[in-house]
């Protein structure tokens, strides 16, 4: 099996305010605060959640 594609997730926005989904995408990724960084496998579904919030995080290949 070939090695996985990652992504490095940061939230560099709050979620406070934010919609109920957006917030539950959030914690799906793993994120916790401001700032924290996440390493997390190229999936189409977590490209979906990460297209959702993307206005709040910053996203870089890993």
């Known amino acids: ?3 996985q594609k990652k992504l490095t997730v940061t939230l560099i926005k709050s979620t406070i305010g934010r ?5 539950a995408c959030v ?3 793993g994120l ?3 700032h924290h960084t996440v390493s997390v496998i190229d ?20």
């Open 32 to 34: 916790r605060r401001m």
């Open 19 to 23: 919609l109920p989904n957006h917030i």
């Open 27 to 29: 914690k799906g990724l």
């Open 43 to 62: 999936t189409p579904e977590n490209r979906g959640m990460i297209n959702k919030v993307s206005y709040l995080l910053k996203v870089e290949e890993a």
């Open 1 to 3: 099996m070939a090695e």
